[in-house]
Nanobody, 122 residues
Framework: QVQLVESGGGSVQAGGSLRVSCAAS????????VGWFRQPPGKERESVAT????????YYADSAKGRFTISRDNAKNTVDLQMNSLQPEDTAVYFC???????????????WGQGTQVTVSS
């Protein structure tokens, strides 16, 4: 069983950048697909980006394409999400999730971190 801890959230002005990180412990990290998700206030959790077991394949939601980059380092058991050109609509709690099969549906992720707040002001 893998445990996930997010870090790196914070507040930034529109157009700025943030990098959030997901650190894993327990289990064999390379056995897991890892995704970043976000939950804006009053809305459902949505997929942002997902990366495959060794990082060969990635998925980005339309809202993230061209602005966000997901990456992983299996030696360090981390998955990062670099977010550029942030806009107020990116404000949300950002979660990382892990699962064993390829998917980007948050309903199919088994393990979750506690989340980190990202706030973008105009």
């Amino acid at each position: 069983q893998v445990q996930l801890v997010e870090s790196g959230g914070g507040s930034v002005q529109a157009g700025g950048s943030l990098r959030v990180s997901c650190a894993a412990s327990g289990g064999t990290f390379s056995h897991y697909v890892v995704g970043w998700f976000r939950q804006p206030p009053g809305k459902e959790r949505e997929s942002v980006a997902t990366i495959s077991w060794e990082g060969a394949h990635t998925y980005y939601a339309d809202s993230a394409k061209g602005r966000f980059t997901i990456s992983r380092d299996n030696a360090k058991n981390t998955v990062d999400l670099q977010m550029n050109s942030l806009q107020p609509e990116d404000t949300a709690v950002y979660f990382c999730g892990a699962t064993t099969a390829w998917t980007y549906d948050p309903g199919h992720f088994r393990y979750w971190g506690q989340g980190t707040q990202v706030t973008v002001s105009s």
